[in-house]
């Protein structure tokens, strides 16, 4: 397939005749919650109800497109049925979402910093390993992993910032989340929300090619927080490769629970395959069933449930098992094509639905992307400050980073993230929160 064809709105897959395995899918999501996954928002709207968004200033911080301190804003985005979210112009984080139980009590779901200094600081510093928590961020330009740093393209071999384990991870040493957005306030039919805007230079971390990039978070009144990318490659001559993603944390029962509450929620990912890693955590190149191993949610599990099960089979032939390279979930589900039953809002494809029992929230989780890295927040180790105060430890938070596969553009068999010159991307997610009664 040629670039021309490749490069995409990361399109969105054709409806296909309903498969038995997604079929099964469809009926165990119903089981874990056609209440907690389909239910109304628990406060009804009243009368004319429009979502708002309102903003205020929250420091400033340097940017180096910029070359100088640039303000940065806060916006609230609020529909009219409990559901709420901060978003910074830093960085596009999401620092809070709050969104209501089955007691109608809102809760912040997503794990977060409570001041800029703290995400300029902890989030993604600078740094040649591991680079940080990543919390609420957009990445770029690339999201997950590119092996050692280096891919071909225009007929040049390109060099990427080391940050993670011997690879380039989540756009390189300074990505999309180190930098001051321009941002704007928008409404529309029976939504609101802010759009970010940046314009990531040629040779930006390495990468190929002039990229304007637009996000919009908003929200509406059927609980649903939606993100827009678009990408535009502003190069007459040069293509690049993009893959963007939101790396929020979702903690169901509040990110101010108790240490391992994540693990208790339980989990349903609408995928048959996924891809194995290396040590260094960089896919083998092929996709394997997740039939019989700790890696199958086409049923609803428990997060913990099978996290520490070494001994159970992978289907994979790496030398070590997954969950003790990842140590517990990090990996990228290879979703299921889209079908009539698992169709959603805008058409989406269903990535992923979890639900905290205790609370009754759930979380469904809508794309257009062919995968999603499911991270159960293996390397939170409790030297993180949470937003409340508390410290993060493993089992705070889990993330549905919706995505291309990571290092595609080492893997010809991979969907492609090339975008070729004067050419543009668009995707789409949603989280889309609901509580049983």
Not at 2 to 8: G, I, K, P, Y
Not at 20 to 31: D, L, Q, Y
Not at 113 to 131: E, H, Q, R, W
Not at 315 to 331: K, M, R, V
Request: charged residues 15%; proline residues 6%; positive net charge.
């Amino acid at each position: 397939m040629s670039d021309e064809t490749r490069h995409r709105r990361f399109g969105r897959r054709a409806r296909i005749g309903a498969v038995s395995a997604v079929t099964a899918i469809a009926a165990a999501a119903g089981a874990f919650g056609a209440t907690a996954a389909a239910a109304a928002p628990a406060r009804p709207a009243g009368g004319n109800c429009s979502p708002s968004v309102t903003s205020q200033p929250f420091g400033s911080a340097f940017d180096s497109f910029a070359h100088k301190i640039l303000p940065v804003y806060r916006f609230t985005l609020s529909n009219c049925r409990g559901l709420s979210a901060k978003i910074l112009s830093y960085g596009g984080i999401v620092q809070e979402i709050k969104a209501p139980g089955r007691n109608g009590q809102e809760t912040d779901v997503v794990l977060g910093f409570k001041t800029l200094a703290d995400y300029i600081k902890f989030d993604s510093p600078p740094v040649t390993a591991n680079g940080g928590p990543y919390f609420g961020e957009i990445i770029g330009r690339y999201g997950n992993r590119i092996a050692k740093g280096t891919f071909k393209l225009n007929g040049t071999t390109y060099h990427l910032p080391i940050n993670n384990n011997g690879n380039s991870l989540h756009g390189g040493l300074v990505g999309f989340g180190n930098h001051v957005w321009a941002a704007k306030q928008t409404h529309g039919k029976g939504t609101a929300g802010v759009q970010l805007t940046l314009v990531s230079p040629n040779g930006d971390q390495g990468y190929p090619a002039t990229l304007k990039v637009v996000v919009t978070y908003t929200v509406n009144n059927a609980g649903q927080l939606a993100i827009h990318y678009t990408a535009a490659n502003e190069s007459k001559t040069l293509a690049t490769v993009v893959n963007l993603t939101n790396h929020s944390y979702f903690n169901l029962a509040g990110q101010g629970s108790a240490a391992g509450s994540a693990y208790s929620q339980k989990l349903l990912i609408n995928a048959a395959k996924y891809t194995p890693t290396d040590a260094t955590q960089i896919p083998l190149g092929y996709n394997v069933p997740v039939a019989g191993t700790p890696f199958d949610f086409t049923t609803p599990h428990t997060i913990g449930s099978r996290i520490d099960d070494v001994s159970a089979p992978d289907n994979a032939p790496a030398a070590d098992n997954q969950l003790l390279i990842a140590q517990g979930y990090d990996h990228n589900w290879v979703l299921n094509k889209q079908t009539h039953a698992t169709t959603g809002p805008d058409g989406l494809n269903l990535a992923a639905r979890a639900w905290d029992p205790g609370s009754g929230r759930a979380l469904t989780v809508w794309t257009d992307q062919p995968g999603v890295q499911f991270y159960s927040g293996n390397f939170l180790n409790g030297t993180l400050v949470g937003i409340t105060g508390q410290t993060y430890r493993q089992g705070a938070g889990y993330t549905f980073e919706t995505q291309h596969f990571p290092n595609s553009p080492n893997q010809p068999n991979f969907p492609s993230t090339v975008l070729g010159p004067r050419k543009v991307l668009n995707s789409t997610t949603i989280f889309a929160f609901s509580s049983s009664r």
